[in-house]
């Protein structure tokens, strides 16, 4: 393992050899990098922030969207066109069903805030794991839905277990002491006797 330190630069990223690396560092921040055979590691006051496959080519970027995402956050229409976007298709990271519903956002709430509420869901999947917020966007894409609170509230609610009442009662016995005897009609003929006359 190759260990060295370098400054984060104003793209958010680390040099490691000749290649540059994201990290959801701030600018001229101080970094130690850890460099092996197949990964880079990004390490600041004792906690590992970014991880990379390592790129044996030259003067590369390697980009994670995840770093960018508070900044695009602020400039949602940078999302469509940039580089850590296209990284993440090349890699199967962003897979079709992020494409379809990111469109009904879009159609449902404009280019703007569709595309901020789709950052949000990356957040959010960020903080609770890629699996589930995909799980929860195919899943409202099942739906019909083109909500992010529809998406929100299945990431919230995934691996819940709805458990039956233990305690059942039985109905019928505590309905009997409600039981009275049904009346008896032709009691009540000599009425309909009385009124022909």
Not at 32 to 50: H, N, P
Not at 118 to 128: A, C, K
Not at 160 to 170: I, K, N
Request: aromatic share 8%.
């Amino acid at each position: 393992m190759e260990v060295s330190f370098g400054k984060v630069n104003g793209l958010g990223c680390i040099k490691a050899r000749t290649n540059a690396y994201s990290t959801p560092l701030a600018p001229d921040t101080k970094a130690q990098i850890k460099l092996t055979a197949t990964t880079v590691e990004v390490w600041y006051e004792g906690r590992c922030v970014a991880r990379h496959a390592r790129c044996y080519g030259r003067y590369q970027h390697v980009l994670d969207l995840e770093h960018y995402l508070d900044v695009l956050e602020h400039k949602p229409g940078a999302v469509a066109g940039s580089k850590p976007l296209e990284q993440w298709r090349r890699a199967g990271r962003w897979p079709h069903s992020y494409d379809q519903f990111w469109t009904g956002l879009m159609q449902r709430h404009g280019r703007q805030d569709g595309t901020r509420a789709m950052i949000e869901l990356l957040q959010l999947g960020r903080r609770l794991g890629a699996a589930r917020l995909r799980s929860a966007i195919e899943s409202a894409l099942r739906l019909g839905c083109a909500d992010a609170a529809a998406v929100q509230h299945l990431m919230a609610t995934d691996g819940l277990v709805h458990q039956r009442p233990s305690l059942l009662l039985e109905v019928g016995s505590l309905l009997r002491q409600y039981e009275r005897p049904l009346p008896e009609m032709h009691v009540y003929d000599h009425l309909l006797v009385g009124a022909g006359r």
